[in-house]
């Protein structure tokens, strides 16, 4: 019988009742009653109305799609890599959409053909689904901090798989390029394959010289100052849940080496692993346009401008959080206590220990409300 952790935010429960109870009339109406709920990063902004325009126009859809998705798809995806994450030399049959990105870390250990015996390495403090993803396949979950981490390596302890995430769930820290650089040069010499993880690479919040020619995202792990120009043994994943508000529509991609595209698509194809029609043409429609992006990037910042010095008034501390849509704070104390600190002002957030034990002195704090509600946490908190 396979063995997986226990779902974690069902661990959330009496929290969550003890926020939903909060009421405190002198902060006023809205503010002063009912649960924020900071717990989860799921986009609450109105989908584009160009992404429903193209969903809806695609409607009529009564073949099966392509696994492999169209060519303008594979095309707009290659073409979004350019403009966006410096990535001139991205060859689309090295692009496959996927059903959500979380639907492709939990299943790429599988899609590989890997199984019990092989390791599959991730950040000690991450998304729970890389853990997740090693367990269904049969393989061995190895949590490290970086690559001295791995010790010395034999055949058996050597990662077939290593996972990067940047910019980071929860903490919101970036790699820069020489260290993603350092990185791909160390798996090439060893035959690892690199998959690095980037969903909110669009959501970066760290300074910019005004004449920079940096691309406007956080550094891709297939940008050529850091893979070389060749793509080889590398992959990206990436999803428009964040940057489009269409978490609902399971859009996502994966990119990279051709000859791992190829293999993954194989068994996809056997599996029925495919991203429906209409959901196609709304990422072509997506990844067209920037202006959308920029708008809801801006929606966040002003969140986050009014929660973050909100958060830090209250005793907490704001690590990395460089980019993403989290604060990643600490009050120097275990997690479930910061936890139920926050329950008592009505306020729901995500305790560390989620993301593995490293984690467990932090929390993390969704900007993912409305401007009514995060107004509504930042004076409770103040």
Not at 1 to 11: A, G, I, N, V
Not at 166 to 179: K, Y
Request: charge should be neutral; hydrophobic fraction near 45%; aromatic fraction near 6%.
């Amino acid at each position: 019988m396979l063995t997986l952790p226990d779902f974690p935010w069902d661990s959330l429960a009496a929290a969550k009742e003890r926020a939903r109870a909060f009421s405190d009339p002198s902060l006023g109406e809205g503010a002063g009653t009912g649960l924020v709920d900071l717990s989860v990063g799921t986009p609450v902004d109105p989908t584009p109305s160009l992404v429903r325009q193209a969903l809806a126009e695609a409607a009529d859809a009564p073949g099966y799609p392509q696994t492999y998705g169209t060519a303008d798809l594979r095309e707009a995806v290659a073409a979004w890599f350019a403009r966006r994450r410096g990535v001139p030399d991205l060859d689309p049959a090295g692009v496959l959409p996927t059903i959500g990105s979380k639907e492709l870390v939990a299943w790429l250990p599988t899609l590989m053909g890997l199984g019990p015996g092989d390791v599959v390495a991730f950040p000690r403090v991450a998304y729970p689904t890389y853990d997740v993803g090693a367990r269904l396949a049969g393989a061995v979950p190895m949590a490290v901090d970086g690559l001295t981490a791995l010790g010395p390596l034999t055949p058996a302890t050597t990662p077939k798989l290593l996972w990067l995430n940047t910019p980071g769930n929860p903490t919101g820290q970036v790699l820069g390029v020489e260290h993603l650089a350092k990185v791909v040069a160390w798996a090439r010499q060893h035959g690892v394959v690199v998959a690095s993880d980037e969903c909110y690479a669009e959501l970066d919040w760290r300074e910019r010289d005004p004449g920079s020619t940096e691309p406007p995202t956080t550094p891709s792990v297939l940008d050529p100052r850091v893979c070389g120009g060749s793509h080889e043994g590398v992959l990206a994943v990436y999803s428009l849940s964040k940057q489009s508000n269409l978490a609902g529509y399971r859009a996502a991609v994966v990119a990279g080496d051709p000859a791992l595209v190829a293999r993954l698509l194989e068994v996809r194809k056997h599996a029925g692993m495919i991203v429906p029609w209409p959901v196609q043409r709304a990422l072509v429609a997506a990844l067209g346009d920037s202006r959308h992006v920029e708008e809801q990037k801006a929606r966040y910042a002003a969140r986050r401008a009014l929660l973050r010095p909100a958060v830090e008034g209250f005793g907490l501390r704001v690590e990395h959080s460089e980019a993403g849509l989290y604060l990643w704070a600490t009050a120097d104390e275990d997690s479930r206590a910061t936890l139920d600190r926050l329950a008592a002002r009505g306020i729901l957030v995500a305790p560390g220990d989620f993301y593995g034990a490293a984690g467990r002195r932090h929390v993390r704090i969704a900007l993912t409300a409305t401007d009514e509600r995060v107004a509504a946490a930042a004076r409770r908190l103040t």
